[in-house]
């Protein structure tokens, strides 16, 4: 089960370049090359998520909007507290996928999905409130 | 270049995925530069946006430079396997800092 093959290139036989984390690229044994590109791009998907997040909360606040300013600021927070967390995510997500193809185990939920969907939930009712008690 | 290394043009879709990712920051960064100094009067709030800008196109250039390189692993022109995480790391640490900045942003206005 577990093989380490990155020291050598098993086609050439040549030394592989290390790769960050070492931990991680120890364990294992290589996976299909098109599974690691995939969790790459769930990576970048939750990586603009959080760019989303932070950018709708700093707008919020930024462009003076004529909503009530205690549920405004509320939203805002929520929104960028969600933009903080969505990059733990995304690495701790693109890391533990990695690991468990490498040791060929089922993937990891993505713990912060739900959570994710909740904040921007409530974001857009306190923003609806904010607009309705001004 | 050779031949693709796959039908479902994996690698390719990953590079472009670096790249929207690039561009979604830059675009948030032109609308913060434009934006922020008006919300606040501080030079300061200029300094994310630069810096985004900054990043992303450092972002772009390292994107492309990790798909070549990914092409050329997986159609043996290069020895090693594809995906290391320092770009990912460094990613994921930037849009945190990012966040750090919005809330400090946001709580001091």
Redesign the interface.
């Known amino acids: 089960m577990t093989t380490p093959s990155?020291d050598t290139?098993p086609?050439?036989g040549?030394?592989?370049?290390h790769?960050?984390?070492a931990r991680?690229?120890r364990c294992g044994s290589?996976p299909d090359?098109?599974f690691?590109?995939?969790?790459?791009?769930t990576?970048?998907?939750w990586?603009?998520t959080?760019?989303?997040?932070?950018?709708a909360?700093?707008?919020l606040?930024?462009?003076?909007l004529d909503l009530h300013p205690e549920l405004r600021?509320s939203a805002?927070?929520l929104l960028?507290?969600a933009?903080?967390l969505?990059?733990?995510q995304?690495?701790a997500g693109?890391?533990g996928t990695?690991r468990a193809l490498r040791r060929s185990r089922p993937l990891p939920a993505p713990i912060l999905a739900l959570p994710t969907a909740v904040a921007v939930l409530a974001a857009g009712v306190l923003v609806v409130l904010g607009v309705l008690f001004r | 270049m050779s031949a693709l290394f796959d039908a479902g043009l994996q690698p390719e879709r990953t590079g472009l995925a670096w790249r929207r990712t690039a561009i979604a920051l830059a675009v948030g960064s032109l609308i913060a530069l434009r934006v922020l100094p008006d919300a606040g009067g501080s030079a300061w709030l200029l300094l994310p946006g630069m810096v985004g800008l900054i990043t992303a196109a450092g972002l772009l250039v390292a994107a492309e430079r990790r798909y070549r390189q990914t092409h050329r692993r997986l159609t043996a022109e290069l020895p090693g396997h594809v995906g290391g995480g320092a770009i990912v790391a460094a990613t994921a640490l930037a849009t945190g800092l990012l966040a750090l900045a919005a809330l400090l942003f946001v709580l001091t206005r």
Request: hydrophobic content about 55%; glycine content about 6%; overall charge negative.
């Open positions: 990155h290139d086609a050439t040549t030394a592989s370049p790769r960050f984390p991680l690229f290589e090359p098109r690691t590109l995939a969790n790459e791009r990576f970048l998907a990586i603009r959080a760019l989303a997040l932070i950018a909360g700093v707008a606040e930024a462009l003076g600021l805002s927070l960028i507290v933009g903080l969505t990059p733990l995304a690495w693109w890391y990695e």
